[in-house]
Nanobody, 128 residues
Framework: QVQLVESGGGLVQAGGSLRLSCTAS??????MGWFRQAAGKEREFVAA????????FYSDSVKGRFTISRDNAKNSAYLQMNSLKPEDTAVYYC???????????????????????WGQGTQVTVSS
């Protein structure tokens, strides 16, 4: 049974920082990513990382402010969020991709349909 457990969300003032954590149990993955969904909006890609090569991918809206990383020993992924803005307010979801033969993750990392497992979400609220 695969479980993804997120933590680290909260309330922060604009310009502040938060660090989200996602710990996976049950499997090893091809990649892990973070998505977010603001109230009344569709879920959108934030960042992703491949487990074997540590290649990273970011949405334009967070590039330069957010950093995704991993800890193999803990089977965990992290999202360091700096210079937070009110528009970053959303529920943040961790997601994971199972290993697949001949799969070009680098071409599809932004699509939620690629991800096999999802966490329960953690709220991030940035006040102005």
């Amino acid at each position: 049974q695969v479980q993804l457990v997120e933590s680290g969300g909260g309330l922060v003032q604009a310009g502040g920082s938060l660090r989200l954590s996602c710990t996976a149990s049950g499997r090893t993955f091809l990649a892990m990513g973070w998505f977010r969904q603001a109230a009344g909006k569709e879920r959108e890609f934030v960042a992703a990382l491949t487990w074997s090569t540590s290649s990273t991918f970011y949405s334009d809206s967070v590039k330069g402010r957010f950093t995704i990383s991993r800890d193999n020993a803990k089977n965990s992924a992290y999202l360091q969020m700096n210079s937070l803005k009110p528009e970053d307010t959303a529920v943040y979801y961790c997601a994971a991709v199972l290993p697949r033969f001949a799969f070009a993750f680098s071409a599809r990392y932004y699509s939620s349909q690629v991800y096999d497992f999802w966490g329960q979400g953690t709220q991030v609220t940035v006040s102005s």
